[in-house]
């Protein structure tokens, strides 16, 4: 979820909470107000009524008279004169009649009072109805809900168009990240915003790009100077080591010594280039953008070991029944079935076997060996040998996990009673 529909998402939230809080609130304290003001429109009207009793002097058929009028005119005032004095605290209820003219029955606000004016006690009923109050609280309940509506809708149209503008040079920084290749060497420069976060944050990403820039262009030369400077005086070792070999008055242990420093001049040089294939591959100097046919590739590899295969007596099976196709690098998928194959074949047993399959999803080799598994959380380090051979440099399935994880493959060790090893490689 983008940071800007969070925020968003946020004062949505609260702003329904809000409304959903506020609109009952809004409507009992409107109602609460207005009934307020009825009943206080009830007493006027009954002090008006006393007045114009106590001042006017009618008697008990005017008051008849007015009541019959009132009730055919529907003012909602009954004033009933009564035969003897009695004191009754004045009541205000709710009450129902039915509306002739709106042909329902409708709520009411009555007022009951019993007063005496001059000596003489009268019963007062008046009523007010409460529809024009409802109407009202309803049409403030649907306004408000509107205006309500009308703000969101506002809010989220102008964080969405004030939104693109003001985050724009950070999506434009999140862009060239996702583009920036070390190996081109150019760092990121930002773009200029009013926002002062923005503007660090953009400087800092552009300090950080020079400063590994800087540090990838030292790694690469070194590695570069190092694959020169150490391959010549090995080179030079090679050359005196196998003159000296030749002379043909050397003893049996000069001769034992001569072998034995062959034997670490081949360890070393095999050791330099795969420290420095690691560094390149470490360093991302290998294009991955190369349409790569797995089966073609894995062919020309197996082709290679065929001799070794047959000298050690193995028995090999291929189920190679798919032509994958992946973006990858021609050079490294080779290098990666080099090393299992060769692991497989190396460290066979004599008259073993090796299993090679590939379909669309991933790649297969089981091979014969030891009847124990090896250490699954050890076998991808660097300098992991398996046994005690002086010529391996313990670095060929770490060179192969790091293939994987630079082509964005997934490999997987299995163990299989009795002595089956399984390397799988997931392919994309």
């Not at 050791?271 to 790569?292: C, G, V």
């Not at 894995?298 to 082709?303: C, G």
Request: hydrophobic residues 40%; aromatic residues 10%.
């Amino acid at each position: 979820m983008k940071l800007f529909h969070k925020t968003l998402q946020i004062y949505l939230t609260f702003s329904i909470v809000v409304f959903i809080i506020s609109i009952p609130l809004f409507y009992f304290l409107v109602e609460k107000l207005w009934i307020e003001d009825v009943d206080d429109s009830l007493f006027f009207h009954k002090e008006k009524i006393i007045a114009g009793i106590s001042t006017s002097g009618i008697d008990s058929l005017a008051i008849d008279n007015f009541t019959r009028v009132a009730l055919d005119f529907d003012l909602g005032i009954s004033v009933f004169p009564l035969n003897e004095n009695a004191a009754e605290k004045d009541s205000v209820y709710y009450n129902k009649f039915y509306d002739e003219t709106r042909t329902h029955i409708e709520p009411f606000r009555e007022l009951k009072s019993v007063v005496n004016v001059d000596g003489r006690s009268y019963e007062i009923l008046i009523r007010k109805d409460l529809v024009e109050s409802a109407d009202l609280i309803r049409g403030i309940a649907i306004t408000q809900s509107i205006l309500f509506f009308v703000l969101l809708a506002g809010l989220i149209l102008l964080n969405n168009y004030f939104a693109k503008k003001t985050w724009r040079p950070f999506y434009h920084l999140v862009s060239r990240l996702n583009t920036f290749r070390i190996d081109k060497e150019q760092p990121i420069e930002p773009e200029k915003s009013n926002i002062n976060e923005f503007n660090d944050l953009g400087n800092s990403v552009s300090e950080l790009t020079k400063n590994n820039i800087r540090r990838y262009k030292a790694q690469k030369e070194f590695t570069e100077n190092a694959a020169h400077e150490t391959q010549t005086p090995l080179a030079v070792i090679r050359t005196q080591t196998d003159l000296f070999a030749q002379d043909k008055n050397l003893t049996k242990e000069q001769a034992r010594i001569v072998e034995k420093m062959d034997k670490n001049i081949t360890y070393l040089n095999k050791l330099n280039r795969n420290l420095l294939l690691l560094a390149k591959i470490d360093n991302d100097q290998f294009s991955l953008n190369e349409k790569t046919d797995v089966f073609l590739v894995l062919q020309e590899t197996i082709d290679i070991f065929s001799e070794q295969i047959g000298l050690k007596g193995i028995q090999l099976k291929q189920n190679l029944n798919h032509h994958p196709v992946i973006l990858s690098n021609s050079y490294l998928m080779q290098l990666l079935f080099t090393n299992l194959i060769k692991n497989a074949v190396k460290y066979n047993v004599h008259g073993g076997f090796v299993e090679i399959e590939l379909n669309a999803g991933f790649f297969k080799i089981v091979n014969s060996g030891d009847e124990q598994p090896l250490p699954a959380n050890a076998i991808f380090k660097r300098f992991y040998k398996q046994g005690t051979s002086e010529t391996s440099s313990g670095l060929g399935l770490a060179i192969a996990s790091r293939i994987c994880e630079l082509l964005q493959l997934k490999i997987e060790y299995n163990f299989e009673k009795p002595n089956r090893h399984c390397f799988k490689i997931i392919l994309k």
